[in-house]
């Protein structure tokens, strides 16, 4: 079945370095990738997303790549700050595309130590 | 927030009891989602609707039931609760960003911690 594996599960960076947070997805009609930031108690928010008509796109110091042929796609956090201390989902549009649906990969805790 | 709100925010109530849980949005959204949120599962999708009393199973629909009488409102219910249905649900919805175009981003409301005893 359709499914999005997440990797590290855990991450933990000094304050100014980066963070890399890698996906992998099984269904190669996906096309649409999300990634969402959590703060404990909160909300998934909406963070950056890219097409697979794309193969990078930056939004200051976040940027996420795509590997279509590889089935992978990564968040990359530059100039880490305290602040982006939350947990990371992935996700993938699922087969029926028209029904909007989302496979989520397992998350990511990151914690950027001061 | 995308004029998402949730109801409840908190329950707490006891195994073999009905539970329904409210999804109410502002915005005229026709896509609406009901996921789960566990430590080390991530999100995962329950039920969803494409438009009024249109609705389809995700991956963990058994022991939730769903409704949808009007654009508005999404109703996620458990028929008879369980320990294992302990959790914190999240309703979303797909926002269309361009005319004809996406459906799949979307926009979460702010969840319901769900406690079965």
């Known amino acids: 079945g359709e499914n999005v594996e997440q990797h590290p599960s855990t991450l933990s960076v000094q304050e100014g370095d980066s963070a890399v947070i890698k996906c992998t997805y099984s269904d190669s009609a996906s096309n649409y990738f999300p990634w969402y930031k959590q703060e404990l108690g909160k909300r998934p928010q909406l963070i950056i997303d890219i097409r697979s008509n794309v193969g990078e796109k930056k939004d200051q110091r976040i940027a996420v790549t795509l590997n279509k042929t590889a089935k992978h796609f990564s968040l990359h956090i530059t100039e880490t700050q305290p602040e982006d201390s939350a947990v990371y989902f992935c996700a993938a549009s699922g087969r029926s595309s028209n029904t909007g649906k989302l496979i989520f990969g397992q998350g990511t805790t990151l914690q950027v130590k001061p | 927030d995308a004029g998402i709100t949730q109801s409840p925010r908190h329950k707490v109530t006891e195994t073999g009891t009905p539970v329904t849980l409210r999804c109410h949005q502002t915005?005229?959204?026709?896509?609406m989602y009901w996921y789960r949120q566990d430590p080390g599962h991530g999100l995962r999708l329950i039920h969803y609707?494409?438009?009024?009393?249109?609705?389809d199973k995700g991956e963990v629909s058994d022991g939730y039931s769903v409704s949808r009488s009007k654009t508005e409102d999404f109703l996620l219910t458990l028929e008879s609760a369980t320990s294992s249905q302990t959790s914190v649900y999240f309703c979303?919805?797909?926002?269309?960003?361009?005319?004809?175009?996406?459906?799949?981003?979307?926009?979460f409301g702010p969840g319901t911690r769900l406690l079965v005893l």
């Open positions: 915005e005229n959204h026709r896509y």
């Open positions: 609707s494409y438009g009024v009393k249109d609705t």
């Open positions: 979303a919805i797909s926002l269309r960003r361009t005319s004809g175009g996406d459906r799949e981003t979307q926009y």
